[in-house]
């Protein structure tokens, strides 16, 4: 590729839309979707598929004690890389495009670079980070926080998923339980290019999302103790019903969102009754609540508002709760001067930019207390993502791409 400077450098959309083809046929679902829990043999080759796009492209491929793994193209000076990557495992239902965007834009970039015959000063690094989705194993960004020292690695290898199975033991099943340390690799910086798996770039028709920093979460699970009686026989004043206080905690959490607005989110994704009979009292339950909001003080408010309920709504329907903190984040702003750059850079290629915060968790946050940080969106149809139904057009991938690209250049310079 003849390019008269590296700001007219541009990547090859073709190929970066053959490789998201590519991997999206690993673990194919129906509907377009793909389902590539982690550390699965679906996971396995996805994994292997990218290593070897890695190693073609010349990269030195390394992989650590919780399975992240981590690529580098050389540069003219040993020093800390810039760096870029995301995630390819999936939720069971999910897309083509969230995480897998993010770490294949990364190759690409690696791939334009080397038809163009250019070096950069800093060393580049592309990488994918384990278990990011948490949809088999929680906590979520779990490879990414133990590879930046957010976690320890002996408790998340511990780790029993929703099918029983133990992380480390899966991990090595499939062959990635690799040698490298964790809490040592430490970047220039590091930049993600994401789907912005929500509805404001598209209604807005902006191309490029700034990304100024991610909301905190907080995920708990709460497991009720009641009794099992019969469904007709049994006075309402004398029941001790498990599903009854799933239900209202699950009102609850959706009442707590309206009422303090803003920011606040509240979701109930799972609900599981025993004995689950239509005409059987549930003896057991178990609920999950996702809280989350760009404020830490209102989000620990939230919190404090659920508790509080839960606490006062088991006294009164006489049942035992237990409740076990699955993750949780505080609210993280990424590196203004970075996300300024990544703005300045989409203005300077063409492209209509805004920015905002991300209500979803990322492999970025997890960096950001240790290196400048920051992320770049791309818009999803219909604000859909974590469905076969999310897309992004190749037209907004490529602008995302070089993006990415340029700001790369720039910060590995």
């Not at 996805?46 to 540069?75: E, F, H, P, T, Y």
């Amino acid at each position: 590729m003849q390019v008269n400077t590296i700001a007219e450098l541009r990547i090859d959309t073709e190929r970066l839309g053959r490789r998201i083809a590519e991997l999206a046929s690993i673990g194919a679902i129906e509907g377009d979707g793909v389902c590539r829990l982690a550390l699965t043999d679906e996971d396995r080759l996805g994994r292997d598929q990218v290593c070897d796009w890695m190693r073609q492209l010349g990269m030195r491929v390394s992989i650590d004690g919780i399975g992240n793994v981590v690529a580098i193209r050389a540069g003219l000076e040993d020093v800390a890389p810039v760096m870029t990557g995301s995630h390819i495992d999936t939720v069971a239902t999910g897309g083509r495009y969230d995480g897998t965007l993010g770490v294949l834009a990364g190759l690409e970039v690696i791939a334009s670079l080397n038809d163009a015959g250019i070096t950069t000063r800093r060393p580049l690094a592309v990488g994918f980070f384990t278990n990011e989705e948490g949809a088999r194993f929680a906590p979520d960004m779990m490879g990414s926080g133990v590879h930046q020292g957010a976690f320890d690695l002996d408790e998340m290898l511990a780790t029993r998923g929703i099918d029983n199975s133990i992380l480390g033991e899966e991990l090595q099943r499939i062959g990635y339980a690799g040698a490298a340390e964790v809490d040592r690799f430490r970047v220039h910086c590091f930049l993600e290019l994401h789907v912005e798996q929500g509805p404001v770039l598209e209604q807005e028709a902006i191309s490029i999302g700034a990304v100024t920093g991610v909301q905190g979460i907080s995920w708990t699970e709460y497991r009720i103790a009641g009794t099992s009686n019969h469904a007709g026989t049994t006075p309402m004043h004398l029941r001790h019903d498990a599903g009854y206080v799933a239900a209202a905690i699950a009102v609850e959490a959706r009442r707590i969102a309206d009422d303090m607005g803003g920011s606040q989110v509240a979701t109930v994704g799972t609900i599981d009754l025993v004995p689950n009979l239509v005409n059987v009292i549930a003896r057991q339950a178990l609920v999950t609540v996702d809280l989350r909001n760009m404020d830490e003080t209102l989000l620990q408010a939230a919190e404090r508002r659920l508790a509080d309920f839960v606490s006062e709504l088991a006294a009164d329907e006489g049942v035992e709760v237990a409740q076990r903190k699955l993750a949780r984040f505080e609210p993280v702003s990424f590196d203004n001067a970075l996300v300024a750059l990544v703005e300045e850079t989409a203005g300077s290629l063409g492209f209509s930019c805004r920015r905002m915060p991300s209500g979803a968790g990322h492999d970025a946050q997890m960096f950001a207390p240790n290196s400048p940080t920051a992320m770049i969106f791309v818009p999803s149809k219909n604000g859909i993502s974590h469905n076969v139904a999310e897309f992004t057009s190749a037209q907004e991938i490529e602008a995302g791409a070089n993006v990415l690209l340029q700001v790369m250049l720039n910060k590995a310079s």
